[in-house]
């Protein structure tokens, strides 16, 4: 399979590393593209720096990445590098798209925000097999138990169809002989950081951002994550969803007159 793997967290994270290796240690052809810098909350969104409408590169690598991987930055956001990248815009059309290891975790309903998943949705909704990973942690410590579950996970992924979706995978940064397994998951209510309105006045809104604790949500994403499991979860791109709801039909001969 070919494969490019991308993030949100930059062309210089170690996380690209981790995935990129465990593609190439599976037999697959690997490509990195990534931003040029961090676009964390991104979502899908298609930003991106041009020049004469040519997307620009930057000659940078992932930290310690292995010598027979093609590396690039790209100054765009990770959703436009998944889009563009469907239509073989990197000089192939990926079998798989790996976008990670996000630095922090990736839970919840505040996946929609996220632009690690953001890549990985935008690639799904062309045809490409899609899996964003992340880990617990902004520092994290312990790449190996990363490693451990981004083997599996891809394993399973290879051997899967799973249409339009993406494989959504999160890690407790704790040492692989501490991790309970993978389990999967339903989407929490919330995800592991949640931004609240501080205060507000003339011309500005200030944030602030606080740590959601677990609660009791059971087969929740961030619930076991809390507790040492990894978790799979599988999200798609937005759908046209009507059930339960009956939309009427306006006929223009029915709308009364605006100027009446």
Known sequence: MRVLVTNDDGIGSAGLTVLAEAALAAGHEVTV?????????????????EEDGHLVFVDARPP?????????????????????????????TPDLLLSGVNLGANTGRAVLHSGTVGAALSAAAHGVRC???????????????????????????????????????????????????????????????????????????????????????????HHLLSRGWATWTLVRAPVADQSGVDLPRIDLADVADPRA
């Open 33 to 49: 593209v990534a931003p040029h810098h961090e676009y964390s909350g991104s979502s899908a969104a298609l930003m991106s720096h």
């Open 64 to 92: 310690g990445l292995d010598t027979r991987v093609t590396a690039f930055g790209v100054k765009a956001a990770p959703g436009l590098i998944g889009f563009v990248a469907s239509s073989g815009a990197f000089g192939f």
């Open 131 to 221: 899996m964003a990973v992340s880990i617990a942690a902004g520092e994290p410590q312990h790449w190996e138990t990363a490693r451990a579950v981004v083997d599996r996970s891809l394993e399973w992924l290879t051997e899967h169809d799973i249409g339009d979706r993406v494989l959504n995978v999160n890690i407790p940064d704790i040492p692989v002989d501490e991790l309970r397994g993978v389990r999967p998951a339903t989407l929490a209510s919330f995800g592991a950081v949640q931004a609240r309105v501080k205060e507000e006045g003339v011309g500005f809104v200030n944030l602030t951002y606080t740590k959601v604790e677990p609660g009791e949500e059971p087969e929740t994403d």
